[in-house]
């Protein structure tokens, strides 16, 4: 009985699924820590009313628009006045797609030892769209994964058949590259060819002149 093996298109699939593990598992691991350090963060901080005092507005058309938000807010008796960009997911803004006016009011924490350091309340929900994305992400891997799994005995092939196929990767990646090179060896010519073009067009303009400079110095002009 001769030896099976998996063949290439079966380790590169895993490959590539492994990849894609590793890739969301980042995102929702980096998600949950952001999450967990902003909610520490706000734990300490308290609440106060703040009033928008002037907009900068960003309009996107491919995206949510942004707002630059100037607000004031007053804490024992100091008047603050800040600025809430919305162009930062994870940090102390409101966040992608708000839609504020002047005058509106907004509660905000701040930090009771530095009145300064602020937070927005519609910030407390960031980092859920990253934990949902990645867990989508890994959802769709892991399926892909016991699918292919399923289905492992497809793709086992002979030594014989493990090398042919080698080699015919091989072959296929020459091919692109003659393929290439012709291509880029065209395109060259073809500069060329107008690089050619343009000097004679230049040579014969030249010529021209030269001889309308002669012709008007013959008739005294």
């Known amino acids: 009985m001769k030896k099976l ?12 699924i492994i990849f894609c593990v590793l890739l969301f598992g980042s995102i929702l691991i980096f998600s949950i820590v952001a999450k967990v350090q902003y909610d520490s963060i706000i734990a300490d901080m308290e609440i106060v009313e703040a009033t928008i005092v002037d907009i900068d507005l960003e309009i996107h058309t491919k995206g949510p628009s942004e707002q630059e938000i100037y607000i004031t807010y007053m804490v024992d008796g100091v008047v603050y006045n800040r600025e809430l960009e919305t162009d930062t997911s994870i940090s102390f803004s409101p966040g992608r797609g708000a839609n504020y006016s002047i005058g509106d009011k907004i509660e905000i924490f701040y930090d009771p030892d530095n009145p300064e350091t602020i937070a927005f309340s519609r910030s407390v929900k960031v980092g859920y769209n990253y934990m949902v ?22 793709f086992l092939v002979t030594q014989e058949e493990y090398e042919k196929e080698k080699e015919d990767l091989k072959k296929a990646k020459l091919k692109r ?41 013959e008739v005294g002009y």
Not at 136 to 146: E, K, N, R
């Open 5 to 16: 093996r998996y063949n290439r298109t079966f380790k590169k699939g895993i490959g590539a």
């Open 177 to 217: 590259k003659k393929n290439k090179n012709k291509k880029n060896e065209g395109i060259l010519r073809k500069i060329g060819k107008i690089i050619l073009i343009i000097l004679g067009i230049i040579v014969i303009l030249f010529i021209l002149f030269l001889l309308l400079g002669a012709i008007l110095s």
């Open 133 to 154: 994305i990645s867990l989508v992400g890994l959802g769709l891997v892991i399926f892909s994964l016991i699918a292919v799994l399923k289905k492992s005995r497809t």
